[in-house]
């Protein structure tokens, strides 16, 4: 039967905590900030290592070093990673109270406090730094509860690997070849990603998925220059109206999506999905007062999150108001992005939307028409999409996934489970090639001003982080 370490930090290793913390923040961060990066990679071997435990990086010309830190079990067969990332966004100082890369200790009314000296540390006080909470907290706390875990004299009974990426915010170019360069080390069984803030309601969160995303330019065409609305409405075709119809013929006001065989592909939600989001505390009605809109366009929100989303993220041509003119316009153009979710992927919608606009009369092209091609077609459409990337999701039903979530609550930290993310980060890289589970496990304070000036980790989301990974750490198998 499996006994969990209680864990308790005394005033000394709560001090000794931050005290590397702070060092450690005070590096500069930018992912293009080389020598800077260089010194943090160096930095985070120097903290494991002084802690007996193996380290190297990774390396790809011109890009930021991958910090691998291995905490080998004897006779584990399986290898657990752990990642967060220690790059951050830019910053501009001018908005920050106090220089980003200096660490400061607040209390909750926003008083400076002299932490090192003193008798307790409350809870509520905050460190704020450029990446205190996004994503450098993740990093000093695995460091702490490795501290934790072997002052208890237990062991983990899984390698743990902690993979540590230098240029996230700078939208992980490379992370890709890393993982395709690296496979030995860059294919554990599971991922467990440490980034981005818990709930809302502080309560911890586990995240099993991200929707994948693709965009589009849809443009239609009209005449081949304006022309006069009264002389010629109701002749010449409007591409305003054209491209409205050609919208509303792909979506209706519910959201569902009404290209044929949009759905095929969507997997059914589990038993376990639906469990989790009956679980998760309602926001809605808050929602609806803060948005103001007295109605949705489906139920429930995360429920709704799903399934595939068509977005119109806007639509252009002509004018309106004092610069409106009586104008048959040349072209209308809309922004669209879908929302994908697993099997679907953004080659698979490419086709399924491409053969929807022809089944409305339209040619498709990639590039504006010319003369000829005008004459040829009685309705042209140009779409170009963007790259985009696919969906991921875990099951919650995996062994892994109880256990992670079980392992939280005894350690007094009952995770919301969420399904899926209704935004898209590049899960599936992780996921990928062989459908290795990845979680996503955030310890930081939702309110941590993330990516803004005055980022700030508050105390006690920086203890309950520690408290959770030893918990995984010594409970994982
Ligand atoms: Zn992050």
Not at 452 to 458: G, K, L, Q, S, T
Request: some cysteine; proline content about 8%; glycine content about 6%.
């Amino acid at each position: 039967m499996l006994r969990l370490l209680l864990l308790l930090l005394s005033l000394t290793d709560q001090r000794a905590i931050l005290t590397e913390f702070s060092d450690f923040l005070a590096i500069p961060n930018l992912a293009s900030d080389a020598p800077n990066i260089a010194r943090n990679a160096a930095a985070i071997q120097a903290m494991f290592e002084k802690r007996g435990v193996k380290t190297k990086l990774l390396t790809l010309d011109n890009a930021p070093p991958i910090v691998i830190v291995d905490v080998p079990s004897r006779g584990a067969t399986r290898t657990i990673a752990f990642y967060a990332h220690y790059d951050g966004q830019p910053v501009d100082p001018k908005q920050w109270q106090t220089p980003p890369w200096r660490p400061v200790m607040r209390d909750a009314a926003g008083n400076d406090v002299d932490w090192r000296n003193a008798t307790t540390l409350d809870p509520e006080w905050r460190l704020y730094a450029r990446s205190s909470g996004d994503d450098k907290a993740p990093i000093i706390a695995m460091a702490a509860a490795l501290d934790a875990l072997r002052k208890s004299g237990h062991a983990p009974n899984v390698n743990l690997r902690f993979v540590f990426e230098g240029e996230e915010e700078a939208g992980s170019p490379h992370l890709g070849d890393y993982l395709a360069k690296y496979p030995d080390v860059l294919r554990p069984d599971a991922w467990i990603l440490c980034d981005g803030p818990v709930q809302q309601s502080r309560r911890m969160q586990l995240v099993f998925g991200a929707r994948g995303v693709v965009d589009a330019e849809l443009t239609v065409y009209g005449p081949a220059k304006g022309l006069h609305d009264g002389h010629y409405g109701n002749w010449v075709p409007n591409p305003i109206i054209r491209l409205t119809h050609l919208i509303d013929s792909m979506r209706d006001e519910t959201g569902r999506i009404l290209i044929a065989h949009f759905y095929d592909e969507v997997k059914p939600s589990s038993a376990a999905e639906h469990d989790a989001i009956a679980k998760m505390p309602p926001v809605e009605s808050d929602l609806k007062r803060e948005f103001g809109i007295a109605s949705t366009e489906s139920e429930n929100l995360n429920q709704s999150l799903l399934l595939p989303a068509l977005n119109v993220r806007g639509i252009q041509s002509g004018h309106i108001g004092a610069q409106a003119s009586n104008t048959i316009q040349t072209e209308a153009t809309a922004s669209l992005d879908f929302r994908v979710v697993p099997a679907e992927t953004p080659e698979s919608i490419k086709k399924l939307v491409e053969q929807h606009i022809e089944s409305q009369g339209y040619t498709i092209i990639r590039t504006t028409p010319d003369a000829a091609t005008r004459l040829a077609h009685p309705k042209i459409a140009k779409l170009t999409w963007g790259a985009g990337y696919p969906p991921a999701r875990t099951s919650l039903d995996l062994p892994l996934s109880q256990q992670i979530a079980a392992l939280m609550t005894t350690a007094g930290h009952p995770p919301v489970r969420v399904p899926t993310l209704g935004g898209s980060i590049p899960m599936y890289l992780f996921q990928q090639p062989s459908n290795t589970p990845v979680l996503i496990l955030p310890i930081a304070n939702h309110d941590d001003n993330q990516h803004a000036a005055n980022e700030n980790i508050r105390l006690q989301n920086l203890w309950d982080g520690i408290d959770v990974y030893v918990a995984l750490f010594e409970g994982l198998n």
